[in-house]
């Protein structure tokens, strides 16, 4: 049988679009601003690179939401609130991250949320070092900056993933107390959804992706 060079598979015509491009990822479903989309959903795009990509961004919906990033300022003062303000009363992150002498974040942030006072609390409550600011970061750099061990505290993958799973003030950002909205999904999902990135790569998204 007669097999001419450019003789293409149904198969590979359809991962193609004009111009031999790859076809684009097939639509993921709509969620709510406040859930996020399993793992599993995004089995449905078939490049390896282009899942790891969606299932960062996914994820990013999360750190880049201001329950995680006011803790993460790209200066010396975190944020509040859902319009990044600065902290009021006014504090600073300290040589330590915890504040300074006489004013550090423990003095008024206990372990848990005080619902009276509308403080909210967790264990070892401080500023991310300014090395992991996300404060205006695109989901691209906020990336690259995770997988850097020079700037994410020396952390491999596996360690990333079980600090998003895991860890006790990473969980507050779902338990934010006094009517603060909460991040999306829960802290499971959200340690699914990094553990798939790694798995699958662990790739970042494009330059013009948005959460």
């Known amino acids: 049988?007669?097999?001419a060079?450019?003789?293409?598979s149904l198969a590979t015509l359809a991962l193609l679009g004009c111009g031999g491009h790859p076809a684009a990822p097939p639509p993921l479903p709509a969620v709510a601003a406040g859930e996020l989309r399993a793992p599993s959903v995004f089995d449905a795009i078939q490049d390896k690179n282009e899942r790891s990509r969606a299932l960062f961004l996914e994820a990013s919906r999360v750190m880049l939401h201001p329950r995680c990033k006011n803790c993460h300022p790209a200066g010396d003062t975190p944020q509040q609130g859902d319009q990044d303000r600065p902290h009021d009363p006014p504090v600073v992150r300290g040589p330590a991250d915890k504040?300074?002498?006489?004013l550090e974040c423990t003095s008024c942030h206990q372990d848990a949320n005080v619902e009276l006072a509308r403080v909210p609390g967790?264990?070892?409550w401080h500023l991310a070092p300014i090395s992991m600011a996300w404060v205006g970061r695109t989901p691209e750099q906020l990336c690259e900056q995770l997988k850097d061990t020079k700037r994410n505290g020396g952390k491999n993958l596996e360690q990333i993933v079980e600090h998003s799973?895991?860890?006790?003030?990473?969980?507050?950002g779902w338990a934010p107390g006094h009517d603060r909205v909460p991040a999306p999904g829960t802290q499971q999902q959200?340690?699914?959804l990094m553990?798939?990135?790694?798995r699958?790569?662990?790739a970042c998204p494009r330059r013009e992706a948005r959460p």
């Open 5 to 8: 060079p450019w003789t293409a």
């Open 190 to 192: 959200f340690g699914a």
């Open 165 to 172: 799973a895991h860890d006790a003030l990473v969980a507050w």
């Open 122 to 124: 967790a264990p070892k």
């Open 99 to 102: 504040g300074v002498p006489g």
């Open 195 to 198: 553990a798939a990135w790694a």
């Open 200 to 202: 699958s790569g662990a």
């Open 1 to 3: 049988m007669l097999r």
